[in-house]
């Protein structure tokens, strides 16, 4: 599992990146199992993404149990194996990115698929202070193990959970912490950090710090501005009056940030009482103004809504996402085709996503349950499974990477990671995927390249393989053409998912013969028949950057 042998791949690389990879200290893939060196038909896999859409996305791995568990590094005592992976895979990277998750909410919403302690304990001070000290301990143990004062940072998010619950006092650490155990520059730098409508309203001091300290970018979890929806959901404490929202911008615009993003999700069931209030809560969203707006679809694993993830269909997503795609666009917020964020100026993502999703830079996560990413290794910390903080505080006190799971990863593994993140986006840079797998990404995927480009599901766009609307309406579909064999396997093999009346190729190439793939062949989603929340302040008073 730990050969450095070369992959038999090697002789394809470019020359001069030859000389790069050989000039440095190399370190390699894992080999593959047997299972991840098998190729399976595009269209199955086609058909399998679509069919099973709801688990089909960005999130990879998916049955991690036998998919990448062969990859997992022995945690023993001693963590020499541990140490030994994290400095082949971070040790001389020159520039890196940072997360730190901050794992408190004041509840936990259904729709929740993240790390978030029991919201009794999570509320206190004296927890989140025992919290922050433990991060203390993990920026000064990574800087042992893989010596992170010799690392540029070039992103860096806090998130969460609500990383904006604790004092601001405590933030202010984790950036003392980052300017002390890294090289960081908040000039070249946009640090982003999570908040919600009410804790935004209710402390415009906490905003005003966050400011202050250098942080430059915002992101704001609203979901929806249905109130009854959002009381559902148990968030009502987190945006439960219009009040919040209006005064949440106002805080936010008046201490200083320029760059402000709101979250949306859609992809719920729809209510019994008929309606669907999502195109509301975009036009209600823009009517605030912010310089972006991301747009998440309901991920169910994971969450205590995983047992209604049937009820919502690929007819409706792609309904809401369609609708939602015309009402922002409309209003000048641009996204290229499969890309969830808009914006009306830049990209609209932070530094440490962008560089995440399309140059593929390698990240450390610091925090409960916090995931980290190299071309060579993936890790979760420990609490990412239980939602507790004791063991993680406590391997910390002793002096130990709060490791849950690291894997050594096999090219096609590694590569399977990289594609699905790279999705966020909609498409894959072939420059950014050569450098970081040195290899030809249309030499490793040319049959799936083919079947995309044939069906119309994706084309190039200079260096970029990027989604059609055709296929972003079959994402699943298009994105697990890049995962890993077995995990391929899987989803081919799988029970369940959505049983379709047409098959999907079938359909495609209906669509195809018939119109436009760059066009729209679906219905616009219903709206909501009820006035908007914003009634007649919906145009008048929003400040702006």
């Known amino acids: ?71 997992r590094v022995p945690r023993l005592r001693d963590q020499k194996d541990i140490k030994r992976v994290l400095n082949g895979a971070f040790g001389s990277l020159n520039e890196m990115m940072l997360y730190v998750h901050i794992p408190f909410c004041q509840t936990r919403c259904q729709f929740c698929e993240y790390t978030v302690v029991d919201p009794k304990q999570g509320k206190l001070d004296p927890v989140h202070n025992s919290y922050v000290n433990a991060l203390m301990d993990e920026f000064r143990l990574y800087d042992e193990v893989i010596d992170t004062k010799s690392k540029k940072l070039i992103g860096f998010d806090i998130g969460g959970g609500t990383p904006s619950m604790p004092h601001w006092k405590e933030i202010e650490r984790v950036m003392d912490a980052a300017h002390k155990h890294f090289k960081l520059d908040l000039d070249q730098v946009e640090v982003s950090i999570e908040t919600t409508p009410k804790i935004a309203a209710t402390d415009p001091e906490k905003i005003r710090a966050y400011r202050k300290m250098g942080i430059r970018r915002i992101s704001m979890g609203v979901q929806t501005t249905d109130f009854k929806q959002a009381k559902t959901f148990g968030r009502d404490d987190a945006n439960a009056s219009t009040d919040y929202l209006f ?82 666009n409309e209003a000048g917020y641009a996204s290229l085709v499969g890309k969830n964020t808009f914006s009306k100026n830049g990209t609209g993502c932070s530094d440490y996503l962008d560089k995440r999703v399309v140059r593929a830079v390698p990240y450390i996560g610091y925090g409960l349950g916090a995931q980290s990413f190299s071309h060579h290794s993936l890790q979760y910390n420990l609490g990412a499974v239980t939602k507790r903080m004791e063991q993680y505080i406590k391997s910390l006190e002793l002096g130990r990477i709060p490791v849950q799971d690291l894997y050594h990863l096999s090219k096609p593994a590694a590569i399977a990671k990289m594609a699905s993140v790279s999705f966020y986006y909609g498409g894959i840079d072939k420059n950014a995927f050569n450098e970081a797998f040195e290899a030809d990404f249309e030499k490793m995927f040319p049959e799936e390249i083919r079947f995309l480009s044939d069906k119309k599901l994706m084309r190039w766009e200079g260096d970029r393989f990027q989604m059609t609307m055709l296929g972003k309406k079959h994402f699943g579909g298009v994105v697990s053409q890049f995962y890993s064999p077995s995990v391929k396997e899987h989803i081919i093999n799988l029970k369940g998912g959505e049983i379709f009346s047409e098959d999907v190729i079938s359909k495609v190439d209906k669509i195809n013969a018939a119109t436009d793939p760059t066009g729209s062949y679906v219905k616009q989603a219903s709206t909501n028949s009820e006035t908007s929340f914003l009634g007649d302040r919906a145009t008048k008073n929003v400040p702006s950057a």
């Not at 730990?2 to 050989?22: C, E, G, N, T």
């Not at 999130?59 to 062969?70: E, G, L, M, S, V």
């Not at 729809?270 to 036009?283: A, E, F, H, I, N």
């Open 1 to 71: 599992m730990f050969s450095l042998a070369r992959s038999s791949r090697f002789s394809r690389i470019p020359s001069l990146l030859k000389q790069r990879v050989q000039a440095r200290n190399y370190y390699t893939w894992a080999e593959p199992t047997a299972a991840d060196s098998v190729q399976y038909p595009p269209e199955d896999v086609f058909r399998a993404g679509v069919r099973h859409h709801h688990i089909c996305n960005t999130a990879w791995p998916i049955a991690h149990n036998t998919t990448i568990r062969p990859y």
């Open 247 to 328: 005064k949440s911008v106002e805080n936010i615009r008046a201490a200083g940030f320029e760059s402000f993003n709101i979250d949306l999700m859609y992809g719920f069931p729809l209510s019994k009482r008929g309606g669907d209030p999502w195109l509301q809560t975009v036009q209600d969203t823009i009517a605030l103004n912010p310089n972006h707006i991301t747009l998440y679809r309901m991920r169910y694993k994971g969450t205590k809504m995983a047992h209604l993830m049937n009820t919502v269909d690929l007819q409706q997503v792609n309904e809401q996402e369609g609708a939602a795609r015309a009402a922002l």
